[in-house]
């Protein structure tokens, strides 16, 4: 069920950098170089597998990484998908304990 406006709000409070813009949730991550962005996105896309939920958008750019996240089978952003981006906030935080 995707969460009300008000409510999704409040919890991207919580999660800096991150914005409603298109119907999703997205942040664009720096890297201090290319190969940096390349093994986060990496480490993204192996906590997605082992969720069984992927990002909307992954992109790859030049020491940036773009990451969006809407559940289009609920017609909106989810908890899933509020999970799926404090993993990522805590993983680069050193709070995951997956770090390479």
Do not use: C
Request: glycine share 8%.
């Amino acid at each position: 069920m995707a969460i009300d406006p008000r409510t999704l709000e409040e919890r991207l409070a919580r999660l800096p950098g991150w914005a409603f813009q298109n119907g999703r949730i997205e942040k664009t991550f720096a890297f201090p170089a290319y190969a940096d962005g390349v093994a986060f996105a990496l480490r993204v896309t192996l906590e997605a597998e082992r969720r069984n939920h992927h990002p909307d958008e992954l992109a790859i750019l030049w020491k940036r990484v773009r990451v969006a996240y809407v559940t289009h089978s609920a017609g909106g952003v989810t908890e899933r998908d509020l999970e799926a981006a404090a993993w990522i906030e805590a993983h680069l935080a050193g709070k995951t304990g997956l770090e390479s």
